[in-house]
């Protein structure tokens, strides 16, 4: 099993530009889950699904958006890029227990928008 | 708003010594689940421990281990017999519904 994969690993924007953000688990995890990491900072929830079809926001959804249409992929959309978007990005998934089972971790996008 | 709290942004311990790592949050749960994640300078989340808040026999993993005072809302982390590998940022974090909040991390140097 891969795990957790995400792509691409490093990506710089300008204001104003869009991208997705890939993740995707082969562990068959309902749960999937997208975090962000701004420096010295602990994670923040940005979007979250428990299954395919249903997503749902975290703590700072502004600025991107999400969709879910199968258990293995949960991509992540930055519209319009600005500054304080500049972060390492984290998807996450876990099993049917969701938060009390363990969350799998990708290894991060490191995002520069400029 | 539910909060974790770490107190420690950094701490140093010698190698092969024990060192304890704080945590208070504030929930007004019975039940909930806590976790230590490691982040090492790869940036990977490892997950270290969990303890499960209706249990009262606090979690042990290996070197790692919990002290989990339920009344006092603190769940701190002790690494015993400390290895240069441990050297690592390291997140507290509770559950809340389908989501788990994270504190901001405590960085660990281990000197040789």
């Known amino acids: 099993n891969a795990g957790v994969t995400q792509t691409p690993k490093f990506r710089i924007l300008k204001i104003g530009q869009s991208m997705t953000l890939q993740c995707a688990q082969d562990m068959n995890h309902n749960y999937m889950y997208w975090y962000r990491q701004d420096p010295g900072m602990g994670l923040k929830l940005i979007y979250y699904?428990?299954?395919?079809?249903?997503?749902d926001k975290g703590e700072v959804p502004n600025g991107y958006n999400v969709s879910r249409s199968t258990t293995e992929d949960f991509p992540l959309r930055l519209e319009l890029a600005a500054p304080s978007q500049t972060s390492v990005y984290f998807c996450a998934s876990s099993y049917v227990g969701g938060v009390s089972d363990t969350q799998y971790f990708g290894p991060g996008t490191r995002l520069t928008v400029l | 708003a539910q909060t974790v709290t770490q107190s420690q942004p950094e701490m140093s311990v010698q190698e092969a010594e024990t060192v304890t790592l704080s945590c208070t949050y504030d929930?007004?749960?019975?039940?909930?689940?806590l976790f230590w994640y490691k982040q090492p300078p790869s940036r990977q989340m490892i997950l270290v421990i969990r303890q499960e808040a209706y249990k009262q026999q606090n979690a042990t993993e290996n070197r790692f281990s919990v002290n989990f005072q339920k009344a006092a809302k603190s769940f701190s982390l002790k690494i015993s017999d400390s290895q240069l590998g441990d050297a690592a940022m390291y997140f507290c974090a509770q559950n809340r519904d389908d989501k788990i909040i994270f504190g901001k991390g405590t960085r660990l140097h281990i000197l040789p």
């Open positions: 929930t007004s749960e019975s039940d909930y689940y």
């Open positions: 699904s428990v299954g395919a079809g249903i997503t």
